[in-house]
Structures are given as structure tokens and as C-alpha cells.
């Protein structure tokens, strides 16, 4: 069976580590966000990719969720010593080695696929992972800056998350240069020839957002023969990690696991999804969320464990069969 999956970083890699303990045999193609992308020292880095790929390859510190274990942060420290540059963003002498090999190959004119295909390589995923475009595209988030003479401030997503940690109040989010992007070659492909679609429990407006705006996606996946199955980032009203809450108001859309389901919309109204699992505490929403023309069923939806992630990535493919 194959089956497709549009992944942010953390909550997208811990699910997928779910979805090929369940279904080992799976011919698993991931379509990696690259709008949290940015270029730091002149190294290129890939924050949702590397987070898949080192989830997935056995590298990653699992107590942070991003970056590489056993890490050091020697390069770092002597950038800091340095006043004159930015160093918010933290980057490990391991990690870095991804950076470096990924920047050279795009310094020769390779695309971002053709790096991520010679960094997995290393990995030996059980996954293929390709990035959604080789186009620059990245997101910003345009913030409420009453220095400024227009009274606000555009900074890429990794500023606004990272440095400020999502406390400026937000006016907009932009994916800057997607509009002009292509899909990465296999994208299209690997949603019109899926067996199944899945969006994993990830960031709608800053992970599955971009992706699906990639002219071409959101098309390709609303049309596709395959049945397309979500699973709610939002459990009891918040998100379970991260900023969601402080963005998904920016794009209209009501921080519970109904609002995301409605947001994305059902495939028979011009939707994406056939089906929606919401975690127990939101299974008042589920009622709403059949209304709207999605199938929807509340099942626990907490990645604590692989056992737990693998439950839920089985009730998920039970909602595709019924859907189909
Ligand atoms: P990021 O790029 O690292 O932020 O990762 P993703 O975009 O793939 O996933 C982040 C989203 O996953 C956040 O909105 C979280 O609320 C959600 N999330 C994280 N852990 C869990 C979990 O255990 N269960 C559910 N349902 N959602 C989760
Ligand atoms: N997240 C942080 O909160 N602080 C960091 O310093 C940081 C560095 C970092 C380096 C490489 C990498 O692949 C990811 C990194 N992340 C860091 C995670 C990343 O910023 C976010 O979790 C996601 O991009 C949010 O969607
Ligand atoms: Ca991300």
C-alpha cells in the first residue's frame, strides 16, 4: 500500500514513527514543509526535513525533538563570541554537518530534492522524503510593531518562533515565494498515485499550510483517487506543543480540532478531507465535524509512546477503508 504524507517537523516525524510501526510493509512517500527554511551563516537549514530524516534515521535528541543527539555546541559558542551576529537560533556542531554537506551541494547546483536524497541516503529511511518544492520559499509572519511607521514588522517564522518565542502579536502569515514555486519532482506523483493520504497531526498554518500552497498541491490532493485522512494537532482546545494557537487566529480559524477539520473543509465541498480523528477529550466536536460532510471519529490522540502513535495511525487507515 501506498501512502502519502504531507509533514511538518515534531508532530509529523513522532506519527510517522506510529504509522511504520503499525504498517511496516507501507511504501511511505513524505512531502516535507520547507517554508520554515532559512539560510544562517550561509549554511542552508531545513528544520521540518531534518527533523523527519533524524527521527526517523534513529538521530535525533528525542527530549528536544529537534537537532541531533549526542550534540555539542562548540561552533556556536565561538559565534557568540563574536557580538557581531545574530545567534538565536541554535545550531550544533553535528547538526551543522548536515548543513554544510546540504549548502555545498546547493553552492554546486544541485536542487534541495537531490541534497535531501544524498543526506537520507545516509539515514537509511524506511521512508522516501521529499522536499514539497526546490523553489525558495519561506515563511514570515507579519507582527503588530507599533516602532515602526506602518506599525508592523515582517521576520521569517524561525525569528518569530525561535528568538521571540511567538509572543509578538500576529497580523498575518506569509509564505514568501510560493506562489511563484513549483512542486519538487514526485510530489504531484506521489498524491495522484497514493493508495492513501494522510496529514499527520501538524502545524495547519505554518507546516501543511505552505505545502498545500504550492500551486498544483492542494489541487492534486483534493482530486485525488485516494481517500485523505487527518488527525487533529489540536487536542482540548490548545495545541499539544508549539505556536498554533498564537497563528491559526491570523488565518480566521478557531484554535479546536473542529475549526482545523472545517479549515481544511470536506472533500464533497470543495475540502481536502474525507475523514478527521479528533483526541477523547473533543469528541463533543465530532457531532459538527459529520455535519460538515467529514467522517470523524475521537480516539486517544496523544503520541506518548510508538505503541500509542501506532494505535492511532491504525484507527486513522480503519477511517480511510470506511471512507473509501
Ligand atoms: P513542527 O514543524 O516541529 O512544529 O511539527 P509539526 O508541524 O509536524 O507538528 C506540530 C503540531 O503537532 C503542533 O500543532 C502540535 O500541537 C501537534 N502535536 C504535537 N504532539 C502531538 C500529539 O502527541 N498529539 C497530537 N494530536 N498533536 C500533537
Ligand atoms: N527550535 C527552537 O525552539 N530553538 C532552536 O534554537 C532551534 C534550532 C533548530 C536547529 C535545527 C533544526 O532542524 C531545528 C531547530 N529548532 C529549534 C526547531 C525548529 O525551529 C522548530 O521546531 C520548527 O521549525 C517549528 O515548526
Ligand atoms: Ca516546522
Do not use: C
Not at 532559512?38 to 534515521?57: F, I
Not at 482530486?223 to 482546545?237: C, D, E, H, N, T
Not at 496523544?302 to 505503541?307: G, S
Request: net charge negative; proline share 6%; charged share 20%.
Amino acid at each position: 500500500v501506498r501512502i502519502t504524507v504531507l509533514a511538518g517537523g515534531i508532530g509529523a516525524a513522532r506519527f510517522l514513527r506510529g504509522l511504520l510501526a503499525h504498517s511496516p510493509d507501507a511504501e511511505v512517500t513524505v512531502i516535507g514543509n520547507t517554508g520554515d527554511d532559512l539560510t544562517l551563516y550561509g549554511l542552508r537549514v531545513s528544520p521540518d526535513l531534518d527533523t523527519v530524516m533524524y527521527t526517523l534515521g534513529g538521530g535525533n535528541d528525542e527530549a528536544r525533538g529537534w537537532g541531533r543527539a549526542d550534540e555539542s555546541w562548540n561552533a556556536l559558542e565561538e559565534i557568540r563570541a563574536y557580538d557581531s551576529v545574530p545567534s538565536w537560533f541554535g545550531l550544533g556542531d553535528r547538526d551543522i554537518g548536515t548543513h554544510l554537506v546540504r549548502t555545498a551541494m546547493l553552492a554546486e547546483g544541485r536542487t534541495l530534492s537531490e541534497a535531501t536524497a544524498a543526506l537520507t541516503a545516509r539515514w537509511r529511511l524506511p521512508v522516501r522524503l521529499i522536499p514539497m518544492t526546490d523553489d525558495r520559499v519561506e515563511t514570515h509572519v507579519v507582527v503588530e510593531d507599533p516602532d515602526s511607521p506602518d506599525g508592523r514588522r515582517r521576520l521569517h517564522f524561525q525569528e518569530y518562533w525561535v528568538r521571540h518565542h511567538a509572543s509578538l502579536p500576529v497580523v498575518t502569515v506569509d509564505v514568501e515565494g510560493v506562489g511563484e514555486a513549483t512542486p519538487a519532482p514526485g510530489v504531484l506523483e506521489a498524491i495522484t498515485g497514493a493508495d492513501l493520504l494522510l496529514l499527520p497531526p501538524s502545524n495547519p498554518v505554518v507546516s501543511v499550510g505552505p505545502i498545500l500552497s504550492v500551486p498544483g498541491v492542494r489541487d492534486a490532493v483534493r482530486s485525488a483517487s485516494a481517500p485523505v485522512v487527518g488527525l487533529s494537532p489540536i487536542v482540548g482546545g490548545a495545541p499539544v506543543r508549539g505556536m498554533a494557537d498564537k497563528l491559526l487566529p491570523s488565518i480566521g480559524v478557531d484554535t479546536s480540532a473542529a475549526g482545523v477539520a472545517l479549515h481544511f473543509g470536506a472533500r464533497g465541498d470543495g475540502g481536502l478531507l474525507d475523514g478527521w480523528l479528533v483526541d477523547e477529550r473533543d469528541a463533543e466536536s465530532v457531532g459538527r465535524i459529520r455535519e460538515a460532510g467529514i467522517a470523524a471519529r475521537a480516539v486517544p490522540l496523544m503520541m506518548t509512546d510508538v505503541a500509542t502513535t501506532a494505535a492511532m495511525a491504525g484507527v486513522a487507515l480503519e477511517l480511510a477503508e470506511e471512507v473509501r
